[in-house]
C-alpha cells in the first residue's frame, strides 16, 4: 500500500478534473488547485458532469459513490494552502514547460519536505524539470489517459533521480485509484502510449496542413483500414485542441507549425477547442 491519504491536483482542466474526480471516488482526500475562480467554477461543472458519467458507465458507482467523491473534494487558488498537508501533488498544468518550470520552483517552496511530485506531461522528460522541484529524488512522472475511467493506465517513469521507493509507493497509488500501472524502466519520450499515438497523430496533422485530404476522409481511412473505434481528428477532439496546439508548435517541424496555426486560426481563435465546448474538427451534443 502506498502511504498517501491527501492528494492534490494542480490544473482542473480536461484531464485534470479527471484525475482529481477518479482519485476522490477511490476514497482519497483531494485539492483541486487552478489558478483563479473562473477556472475553479469550470472545474466544479466538471466534476458534476463526470458524476453523471460515472453513474451512468461505472459499475457501483450509482450507490452514492460519486457523492461521497464530491464531498472528499476541496478547491483552492491559492498554491501554499493548496499544497499544505498534501503527501502527493499531481501536476496537470498546460504542456508547457515555462510553465511547469514555473509552477515547480513555486511548488518546491510552498510543499513540505514530506510531499512528493509527479508530472501528468504527456510529450516532456521529467528529467527536463526535475532541478526546478528542490527535490529530484522525490519527483517523477505519472501519465495518464483521457477518459480515465474507461481507459484506466497510468504510466509510472522515473528519472535517474527518482528515489525507488518514490517509484513504488507511486505505482501502488496508481493501482488503488483503479488504474493499471504501467512501469516504464527507463525514461522515453510519450512513454508508452504516446510513442505509439503521436506518430499516427501527427501524420494526420500533416496530411491535412498539406491539403491533402480532409479531417474525416483521413479519420474515415483510418477507421476502416484498422478497425479502430476512432480516426486520428477525432482523438484530437477528444484531448482539446488547445493541448494539441502546445504540442505542435512546440515542435521544429514545418508541417507540424503549419497544422498549429491552421489549428489555431480555423479552430481555436473560433472558439472550437474540441468536444469539451461541443465542437472542434467535429460538432457533439452538449
Same mark, same amino acid.
Given at each position: 500500500?502506498?502511504?498517501?491519504? $491527501? ?36 472545474? $466544479? ?18 450507490d452514492g459513490k460519486t457523492s461521497a467523491a464530491h464531498l472528499r473534494l476541496t478547491y483552492s487558488k491559492d498554491l501554499a494552502a493548496a499544497v499544505a498537508d498534501a503527501d502527493l ?10 510553465? $511547469? $518550470? ?66 513504488r509507493q507511486v505505482a501502488e497509488f496508481a493501482a488503488e485509484i483503479g488504474m493499471v500501472a504501467i512501469e516504464i524502466k527507463k525514461e522515453q519520450p510519450g512513454y508508452l502510449l ?93
Amino acid at each position: 500500500m502506498s502511504k498517501f491519504a $491527501k492528494i492534490t491536483v494542480l490544473g482542473a482542466g480536461v484531464l485534470g478534473s479527471q484525475i482529481a474526480f477518479q482519485t476522490a471516488y477511490s476514497g482519497f482526500q483531494v485539492v483541486a488547485y487552478d489558478i483563479n475562480d473562473e477556472a475553479l467554477i469550470k472545474a $466544479k461543472k466538471r466534476f458534476d458532469e463526470l458524476a453523471v458519467t460515472y453513474d451512468r458507465e461505472v459499475d457501483g458507482a450509482s450507490d452514492g459513490k460519486t457523492s461521497a467523491a464530491h464531498l472528499r473534494l476541496t478547491y483552492s487558488k491559492d498554491l501554499a494552502a493548496a499544497v499544505a498537508d498534501a503527501d502527493l501533488v499531481i501536476e496537470a498544468v498546460p504542456e508547457n514547460i515555462d510553465i $511547469k $518550470k514555473d509552477i515547480y520552483a513555486r511548488l518546491g517552496d510552498a510543499a513540505p519536505a514530506k510531499t512528493i511530485f509527479a508530472t501528468n506531461t504527456s510529450t516532456l522528460l521529467p528529467s527536463s524539470m526535475m532541478e526546478f522541484t528542490g527535490r529530484p529524488e522525490k519527483f517523477l512522472a505519472l501519465h495518464f489517459s483521457n477518459h480515465i475511467w474507461r481507459q484506466n493506465t497510468a504510466e509510472v517513469m522515473g528519472t535517474s533521480e527518482t528515489d525507488p521507493e518514490v517509484y513504488r509507493q507511486v505505482a501502488e497509488f496508481a493501482a488503488e485509484i483503479g488504474m493499471v500501472a504501467i512501469e516504464i524502466k527507463k525514461e522515453q519520450p510519450g512513454y508508452l502510449l504516446n510513442s505509439l499515438l503521436v506518430p499516427l497523430l501527427a501524420a494526420a496533422g500533416g496530411l491535412y496542413a498539406d491539403g491533402i485530404a480532409e479531417p474525416e476522409m483521413i479519420d474515415k481511412t483510418w477507421k476502416i483500414g484498422t478497425g479502430s473505434p476512432k480516426g486520428p481528428f477525432e482523438i484530437y477532439d477528444t484531448i482539446g485542441l488547445n493541448t494539441i496546439y502546445n504540442i505542435a508548435s512546440a515542435g521544429d517541424d514545418d508541417r507540424q507549425q503549419k497544422f498549429a496555426q491552421l489549428l489555431k486560426e480555423n479552430y481555436i481563435d473560433q472558439g472550437k477547442l474540441g468536444a469539451e465546448t461541443g465542437e472542434g474538427f467535429y460538432k457533439y451534443p452538449r
